[in-house]
């Protein structure tokens, strides 16, 4: 028993324990990190994706008038442009009232996420988030990420895009498992 009391067993135990916790840190960080990397990523996808959509609708739609050209963009044949199989779109109004939406082609369900009318009003009013979390009323948690539509410096509306977190979070789920 004497043999634990001295010092160089102390100072073992000290950094064993020590070392131990430093791993279990470094290892929730390792996840979040790499969650953030995740959504971040799928977050810049889906914004490339909605500047192309855009781009490709503003050509198609080239010969119309501005006016008719922004009352079409804030409808649902610009939002279901914007939904593709995972992804799922909606249009707000600068009050941040729905005025189109889109669901997923592959989702069971209809509903599009929302967020709150004020994270709506944020956006519009200054720079978006990178992306958002948010919970459908089925109870899935979606990454949304939110584009100002613009006419030149004035903002007209938001273009909401969407993808469920469940794949994200299976590969969280590997990834630890590995």
């Given at each position: 028993?004497?043999?634990?009391?001295?010092?160089?067993?102390?100072?073992?135990?000290?950094?064993?324990?020590?070392?131990?916790?430093?791993?279990?840190?470094?290892g929730?960080?390792?996840?979040?990190?790499?969650?953030?990397?995740?959504?971040?990523?799928?977050?810049?996808?889906?914004?490339?994706?909605?500047?192309?959509?855009?781009?490709?609708f503003?050509?198609?739609?080239?010969?119309?008038?501005?006016?008719?050209?922004?009352?079409?963009?804030?409808?649902?044949?610009?939002?279901?442009?914007?939904?593709?199989?995972?992804?799922?779109?909606?249009?707000?109004d600068?009050?941040?009232?729905?005025?189109?939406?889109?669901?997923?082609?592959?989702?069971?369900?209809?509903?599009?996420?929302?967020?709150?009318?004020?994270?709506y009003?944020?956006?519009?009013?200054?720079?978006?988030?990178?992306?958002?979390?948010?919970?459908?009323?089925?109870?899935?948690?979606?990454?949304?990420?939110?584009?100002?539509?613009?006419?030149?410096?004035?903002?007209?509306?938001?273009?909401?895009?969407?993808?469920?977190?469940?794949?994200?979070?299976?590969?969280?789920?590997?990834?630890?498992?590995?």
């Amino acid at each position: 028993m004497a043999r634990f009391r001295s010092l160089r067993w102390r100072l073992t135990a000290f950094y064993l324990g020590l070392l131990a916790v430093l791993l279990l840190v470094g290892g929730f960080a390792q996840y979040f990190a790499a969650r953030e990397v995740l959504f971040r990523s799928n977050a810049q996808v889906l914004t490339s994706e909605y500047a192309a959509v855009l781009t490709a609708f503003r050509k198609q739609n080239v010969n119309r008038p501005a006016v008719a050209l922004r009352a079409l963009i804030l409808s649902n044949q610009f939002s279901s442009q914007l939904a593709s199989r995972h992804t799922s779109a909606a249009i707000f109004d600068v009050n941040g009232g729905r005025l189109a939406q889109a669901p997923a082609t592959l989702s069971s369900t209809e509903d599009v996420p929302t967020l709150t009318t004020q994270q709506y009003l944020d956006a519009i009013s200054g720079a978006p988030q990178p992306y958002y979390i948010a919970t459908s009323s089925d109870g899935s948690t979606h990454l949304v990420v939110l584009n100002v539509i613009r006419n030149g410096t004035k903002a007209l509306g938001l273009a909401q895009l969407s993808i469920p977190t469940d794949e994200i979070d299976q590969t969280l789920r590997a990834d630890r498992q590995l």
